[in-house]
């Protein structure tokens, strides 16, 4: 079942389409990466799904338990969230509990609660002032999850933080993702891999690939041929790129990069021309394309 799901949504500001024709569909349970470069409209589609911001076009289809407010349903990290120093991790808990319409008492029942998930129990009557980029974000989170919503979601959860940072939110989503579902934004391929079931990969306000992490990781592991050569292989890439087992290929100075569709037939190919040995051959290796290739291609 989906949480949310848009047709065609877009948001254009002036002259910058900065969302379009976008299809998204969050499923209950799972943890979704949306991926992709710096201005691939990520915040922007979030602030959509968030109501911070109306769309120009297309719709936003929530759950049937859905039930006209978005503050009951949802539950938001902002890519800088804003923390009061002076107050305690537990104050701001409570506070974030009761602006989501928790009554007092319930309130405080839940920013307990919260603080012991987030690992953040024994520190809960010190200042925020006071804590680290990694306590600041695990409270964020928290703060997210005070009201328990359907799903939460994260806006660059883990981009400004020090590797230090970084391990802890990533180890936090980790655990949260076998009891809530999740929706987060990132530019990094490796923190999406490391934690997301389905990934939508963004480029230039649209999804350009989508699918769960398995599905993407199997499809686009092609076999390939990586090949570093002495002298420039550009000439000979013209009669290569003629033959019928050549899928694609990436030159980058001497270095090259050939998919393939028939690993056997290549090899074969590759070892008996002669041309290619004329080049002076310094590496010969078995490859194949991971997600990582496909991720810099369809972004670059
Ligand atoms: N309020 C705004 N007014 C005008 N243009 C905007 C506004 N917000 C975003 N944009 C533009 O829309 C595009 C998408 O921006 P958005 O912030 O959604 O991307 P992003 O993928 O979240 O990138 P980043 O990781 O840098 O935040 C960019 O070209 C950005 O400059």
Request: hydrophobic residues 10%; without cysteine.
């Given at each position: 079942m989906s949480l949310i799901e848009t047709s065609s949504l877009g948001k254009r500001f002036n002259d910058t389409e900065a969302v379009k024709q976008l299809n998204l569909s969050v499923r209950e349970g799972a943890c979704t990466a949306l991926l992709g470069p710096n201005g691939a409209g990520k915040t922007t589609t979030l602030n959509m799904l968030t109501g911070l911001m109306k769309p120009t076009e297309g719709t936003i289809q929530f759950d049937a338990a859905y039930e006209g407010d978005r503050r009951n349903y949802l539950g938001y990290l902002p890519q800088y969230p804003k923390f009061f120093g002076w107050m305690s991790g537990e104050e701001y808990l409570i506070f974030a509990a009761e602006l989501a319409g928790l009554p007092k008492k319930q309130a405080k029942i839940s920013a307990s609660e919260m603080l012991e998930l987030i690992g953040l129990q024994d520190d809960g009557?010190?200042?925020?002032?006071?804590?680290?980029g990694g306590m600041k974000q695990r409270l964020g989170i928290a703060q997210a999850l005070v009201h328990s919503p359907k799903l939460i979601i994260l806006d660059e959860p883990v981009s400004a933080l020090d590797p230090i940072g970084r391990r802890e939110v990533l180890e936090l989503m980790k655990r949260l993702k076998t009891h809530t579902s999740i929706l987060f934004s990132t530019h990094v391929l490796h923190d999406a891999e490391e934690v997301s079931d389905d990934i939508f990969i963004m480029n230039k306000g649209t999804v350009v690939i989508e699918g769960s992490l398995r599905e993407l990781q199997q499809t686009h592991q092609k076999p390939a041929f990586f090949l570093e050569t002495e002298k420039s292989p550009e000439e000979w890439l013209h009669t290569l790129k003629e033959q019928d087992w050549v899928v694609d290929w990436e030159l980058d100075h001497h270095r090259l990069m050939i998919t393939v569709d028939n690993m056997e037939k290549a090899r074969a190919n590759l070892l008996k021309d002669e041309h290619l040995h004329e080049l002076k051959l310094v590496k010969f290796e078995v490859a194949k394309t991971s997600l990582e290739d496909l991720f810099m291609k369809v972004i670059s």
């Open positions: 009557k010190k200042r925020i002032s006071g804590y680290s």
